[in-house]
């Protein structure tokens, strides 16, 4: 009996709290208007295909024009349509929510990147050979803060 209490002190006196606040939501850090000139654009060309990204039930979802669509299109007219305010945006959310870690760890730039080059296994293959290619930069200097929209 005191040995049950000699052990349940030790471990109840041995506990610390940890606790472990919310992460800032990464949207509120980046800036849309270079999403949308600079890194949408890729992930629209590179990544929206109906195999890989522009899928809803993908954790990186892309709408784009002539597939994917927020509501489905009831014409060929109304799914080559421009993007939708509400669509792009839609792509920024889900973009920003892979930017919670330092850009060397982010899997928006080392998933597609080569493995040659420090990226990881990527269903869709390589996208970016080297950290030089200029989708890769573009990407990069959004989630940092360096993009600026041309």
């Not at 889900?94 to 990147?113: E, I």
Request: hydrophobic fraction near 45%.
């Amino acid at each position: 009996m005191l040995r049950g209490a000699a052990i349940a002190a030790f471990v109840i006196g041995g506990c610390t709290t940890v606790e472990n606040g919310p992460l800032a939501d990464p949207a509120k850090m980046l800036d849309e208007a270079v999403f949308r000139c600079n890194v949408e654009p890729i992930l629209a060309r590179q990544c929206s295909y109906t195999g890989c990204h522009g899928v809803q039930q993908s954790a990186l979802r892309v709408y784009s024009p002539g597939k994917l669509r927020a509501t489905p299109a009831a014409t060929l007219d109304d799914a080559i349509m421009p993007l939708s305010d509400g669509e792009r945006h839609a792509n920024f959310e889900s973009a920003a929510g892979f930017a919670t870690l330092a850009p060397g760890d982010n899997f928006l730039l080392r998933k597609p990147l080569a493995s040659a080059a420090g990226g990881f296994e990527h269903a869709g293959g390589a996208i970016f050979p080297t950290i030089n290619d200029p989708q890769y930069v573009a990407i990069s200097a959004w989630l940092t803060g360096r993009g600026v929209c041309k």
